[in-house]
């Protein structure tokens, strides 16, 4: 699911997202933490997506919804997740832009 999940703001994680077998209608992310209003992004069938950027330092939820319909019907499979906005390093430490 993540491919990269940790990273300093802002950050837009990758999440990987596999093809499926049966007809896809929506892959929509949902990004939440406490005391901040949600982001939602839909994105194609499949890949690597950067559905959403992380703007505040801090550990959020990540929901992954796939709506599709199977030989069975309408599905939807829900995964969840967390992602990790990190501070920016300061200026003459590893990985600052100097």
Known sequence: MGVDRFGAIPFAPVFRVHPSGGVILETRFTLSASGKQSQTASVGESGDFRPLTLNFVGIFNMRID???????????????????????PAPGEAGADN
């Open 66 to 88: 796939r709506i599709g319909i199977t030989n069975t019907g309408v599905t939807v499979l829900t995964k969840n997740s967390t992602v990790e906005g990190n501070s920016p």
